[in-house]
């Protein structure tokens, strides 16, 4: 072989998450060798994180699908033989066919969620979906609870732009482990806290971003609608609050002033689990600074009082002002910095009747209670088995021979070893798409760096030759990706003019034109804060304090008496890069007073359990935790051998507004593994 020169070509991270980086990836005779932070990207900054860094030994890698496969052993064994395209095509249109006619379009369910983020590839099956008639799963697992409760009282006003941060005084990160989940935020911290700035991190455990906080508040599991509002109580009981923007820019604070004065201090600590000298002392350093920035995290709503965390944080912000554009004042969610017309993407009008629904979080249910039921489900962009509440009944409608399983995979997940047909698909770096950002006010524009491998199909290709397999001749199944992208574009909001006359150059990061810095998120003729909602008639009009689901529930604690949270872990984004950790089981964090109640030992296995399920994690006494608390990183893989993991313990039970999954609310038991 001639040695060819190496060539550097832009792209960007397709995972979900909020920092959307861009990268630069070096190609040498067809092969991406490394993969690096893009320079020129305002946001990245030629950073990016340790699992991207190692991204070109997945794609290149000895485990990579890369050949169309069906089943030979039992679901599960993870056991396929090699079959042509043309075979797997065929197989999958005689199946879609007698599945319809023998059970109707509803009894096909297709699951897909944010494995690729690409705004084509992403959505890419839903045209052909919507054709089937197929019963169709409401994305909620993620961000919808948190999304709910700040559309209740925000409407659609966009996040406050991360830069601003770095011109404030006080800096509190609520509910984020920023340095491992959003770490490109976190160079803004570091240089306003050179300038003088204090970092307040508010969260249940000691995790690294609050390791390296001013002040650390170590909150209740689902308390933080407590915490905003007995500071609210605080500030408005010395008169410390931004009435001109109140009386200006909002509307109905008079309620929410009554719930708060009909309740006491002692109240709202006790509902947040830290005493009222702690909540004081931030009270204080509210009162004396006025460039105060809140960065929130989706970690707080993935409980039952999520969108009332949210509702109650943004009732703060607007009270002290900090949607006013002020230098260093604002509040971030999410940047919300690009919308357009999903339906050019998707196409419901293909669809002849409205489909069956289900809540992706109860997909549990879904398979094993749907009536009519399940016959054949579709699975692209996700890892359900390991992702999805309730895991081991997951499991068990996975291993019904009555439910004929796709899935479109570039690895071995746990779903795909359930697979009857398994197909490869490529990896972003073999794909064209579009990249927005739900962190970041950016968006690019990427062409593949390498061609797919071997027969690895994208999710448009695979998903536009079987529509035409089908022989189904609508519109979107004739689009070519540019097509499809362009239709998408044209209804883009915050694209920039001169971009969406001149197009959208490969690999440059644009701007755009909402959230600007210094720009009031309520002012002028625009709308106003509300501090009521009106979206849920039949929830509190204010934010309010309400009661825990499972933790406060009293069956669950005279049976579990321990909380468990199940944050995010710095090897993993999600379940993926499961593969990279096959013999790893990850930690527990559990408190020494705890350990010793039940003598256990640093690095003990554990086998935690509750009535859903199991599973086993090794033991890391720390005080990082609450007392009662335990703490498990990650979703690391099951595996044959060791056939639970962490989802198997959380519930199908949904957040208060937005069907979320309430994965940090789930009540457990321990004992030393045998």
Request: hydrophobic share 35%; with cysteine; glycine share 8%.
């Amino acid at each position: 072989m001639i040695e060819t020169k190496t060539e550097y070509r832009k792209t960007i991270c397709p995972l979900d998450c909020p920092d959307s980086c861009g990268l630069v990836a070096s190609v040498k005779n067809g092969k991406v060798v490394a993969l690096n932070g893009d320079r020129d990207h305002p946001f990245t900054r030629g950073v990016i994180c340790r699992k991207m860094k190692g991204y070109p030994a997945r794609v290149h890698s000895k485990d990579r699908i890369l050949f169309p496969m069906q089943r030979t052993g039992k679901k599960g064994e993870g056991r396929f033989q090699r079959i042509s395209w043309d075979q797997a095509f065929a197989t999958l249109c005689e199946r879609l066919s007698s599945t319809v006619e023998q059970f109707g379009g509803e009894s096909i369910l297709p699951f897909a969620y944010a494995g690729n983020m690409g705004v084509v590839n992403r959505f890419a099956g839903y045209p052909l979906f919507h054709k089937l008639g197929t019963t169709q799963l409401d994305e909620t697992i993620c961000s919808t609870a948190a999304k709910a409760g700040w559309r209740a009282h925000c409407g659609d006003v966009p996040g406050t732009a991360p830069e601003v941060a770095e011109e404030a005084e006080l800096i509190i990160i609520w509910g984020s482990n920023t340095r491992v989940t959003n770490m490109h935020f976190w160079p803004y911290v570091a240089r306003a806290r050179k300038k003088g700035a204090q970092l307040v991190v508010i969260d249940p455990y000691r995790n690294e971003t609050a390791a390296s906080a001013d002040l650390h508040l170590k909150i209740e599991p689902g308390g933080d609608a407590a915490l905003a509002l007995g500071l609210l109580r605080k500030l408005m009981a010395t008169g410390d609050l931004d009435y001109d923007f109140i009386n200006t820019r909002t509307e109905g604070f008079n309620s929410l002033r009554d719930h708060l004065e009909n309740n006491s201090d002692n109240v709202f600590a006790a509902g947040c689990g830290i005493d009222e000298g702690q909540m004081e002392g931030l009270a204080g350093r509210l009162r004396k600074t006025q460039r105060i920035y809140l960065r929130l995290g989706i970690g707080m709503t993935r409980n039952s009082r999520a969108a009332v965390n949210i509702r109650a944080i943004t009732s703060l912000a607007a009270a002290l002002g900090l949607f006013d554009g002020g230098r260093g004042r604002g509040v971030l969610l999410t940047s919300a910095a690009f919308s357009g017309d999903q339906s050019r993407l998707t196409w419901p009008s293909l669809a002849t009747k409205p489909g069956r629904r289900f809540n992706m979080v109860q997909l549990g249910n879904c398979l094993q209670t749907a009536d009519p039921p399940i016959r054949m489900m579709f699975v692209y962009n996700a890892n359900p088995l390991s992702t999805t509440p309730d895991g081991s009944l997951v499991r068990r409608a996975l291993a019904d021979d009555k439910l004929f399983t796709v899935v479109h995979e570039q690895v071995m997940t746990p779903t795909a070893r359930y697979a009857d047909l398994l197909l490869p698909a490529t990896t972003f770096l073999e794909n064209r798409d579009l990249y927005t950002s739900y962190g970041h006010f950016y968006l690019g524009f990427v062409d593949a760096v390498i061609p797919p491998l071997a027969e690895a199909k994208s999710n448009f290709t695979f998903f536009q030759e079987l529509a035409q397999k089908l022989k189904f001749d609508d519109q979107p199944f004739q689009q070519s990706l540019d097509e499809r992208l362009y239709s998408y574009l044209e209804t883009l909001s915050g694209l920039p003019p001169a971009v969406r006359q001149e197009g959208i150059p490969y690999g440059k990061a644009i701007r755009s034109t909402t959230g600007l810095p210094h720009t009031p998120q309520f002012a002028g003729d625009g709308p106003r804060y509300s501090f009521l909602q009106t979206t849920e008639p039949a929830l509190p009009q204010t934010a309010c304090l309400a009661a825990a689901g499972e933790f406060d529930d009293a069956d669950y604690l005279a049976r579990y008496p321990f909380k468990l949270i199940t944050p995010p872990h710095r090897y993993l984004l999600n379940s993926t890069f499961g593969e990279q950790y096959d013999d790893y089981v990850g930690e527990v964090l559990i408190h020494p007073l705890d350990a010793i109640s039940y003598d256990i030992e640093e690095s003990e296995f554990l086998t935690l359990f509750n009535g859903r399920g199991w599973t086993r994690r090794k033991a890391k006494i720390s005080d990082a935790t609450r007392r009662g608390l335990l703490v498990a990183e990650g979703i690391f893989w099951e595996q044959q051998q060791r056939p639970a993991g962490i989802n198997d313990l959380t519930s199908q039970k949904i957040t208060d507004m937005g069907g979320g999954g309430t994965f940090h609310e789930s009540r457990v038991a321990l004992m030393k593994s045998r």
